[in-house]
């Protein structure tokens, strides 16, 4: 972080030298912040094994299916599973560019955004200084209606439910999100809240006038290339398709080259790797992937395009956000913006864990106090924390999903509804979320401070 910014804010993170009896000390703190660049290599490639059996699977049933070797009925659950193994895994996907936000994916810090970039964003069609800047944003402003992005969006798609909710309230609010449009318009209405400057995110300018193509030729590029490309593959013009692609890759290239840096979103956070470089990258990325796509469909006649859009684009509109906007709810809903009520920890079997909260954010409290410490650590940070007879007094512990629990938490069901609905008055503004990256205009995001601290609670 800049020099002079840290000095002028109390953050989440600091403690005295004697802190109070329980708490951590700064040690320990620390401690718990170290991170590596090999540890998390195992998680992801356990993310890709899942992925490659699923989409093997489903592509294996459907080849098949198609040569006459099962029926439909033995075709369908194979393929289901898959899509949901598929959305749960690019969930995962989500957590690997969470982890690279916070910048503990990876200890060297150019290692750390492109893994992020490259294993996690950009398969999702993301990138993590674009998930930074709205990710950043709920960490400081958590649970405020008007300035963490959760709360702004679902108030433009309406897929936020009214806690608390009663046992039915929660299985009809499920019900409306899993309809197809709705599904549609909370990841449309996520892509724009990441990638376009929203004059509600404090770490976005707002006030740059940005030139709009800086961000219209990339869309174009990621969604256009495939209404082309496609069409012409279905008319045996594969040599066509490629040469299309080659050409939209060259122009999207020298336009991103000669854009001037003035003409570019502006946001508050310092990028690792430029806005330039990134984009690029990102677009090389997926114009790598369609052109693989279009050679094993001309080489192998098997219908790559199909299985793309049906082992990936369609898990990434369906399966990916219910899970994601299950764990929104689960995480946040029912909470207040106090420093330690405004989430939870959850005790859940591991498919949830996998899919609902992936990569430690089933401990999404004690990642909130400390959102540098990496995920492989914070149960055994939940597990200090206990020590703090605060902590251990307000910090509400979740385990399973409906019904009693052996150690006498509330489920998952439970905790969304009245008897648990936590209204107290604390505003937490957390000064410490950008702690590790370079802060730009810190006086703006002061006085966002300020005005989140008299503002509306969810």
Known sequence: MKAGFMDTVTTASETPAKPPAGRLSRDEVQAFKARDNVTNLRYIAGIYVVIAAAIASGVWACETYLNGGIGFAALAPIVAIAVLAIGASQHQLGAVIHEGTHYTLFSNRTFNELASDYLGGFPIYTSTQ???LHHFAHHQFVNDPDRDPIATQASETGHWLDFPVTHVQLVKGFVRLIHPLNLMRYMISRAKHSALPQGTNPFFDADHAANPWAIHVGILFAVGLPV???PLILLHQQIAALAFLAAAWCAMVVF?????????????????????????????????IYGALTVVEFTTGVGAWG???LFWILPLFTAFPIFMVLREWIQHGNADRGRLTNSRVFLVDP?????????????????HLYASVPHYKLKALHEALLRDPEYAEKGQVVEGWIGASRSGEPSIVKVLGPDYAVKGDEIHIDEATAEEAEVLDADKLKAHSAASQTGRVW
């Open 307 to 309: 299985y793309y859009g």
């Open 256 to 288: 991103y080259l000669v854009l001037p840096d003035e003409q570019w979103p502006r946001a508050r956070i310092t990028p690792t790797i430029s806005d330039r470089a990134t984009i690029i990258g990102r677009m090389s990325y997926l114009g790598f």
């Open 351 to 367: 498919v949830s864990r996998y899919a609902v909260f992936p990569l430690g954010m089933d401990y999404h409290l004690p990642h």
């Open 228 to 230: 082309v490309m496609v």
């Open 130 to 132: 674009s998930y930074r």
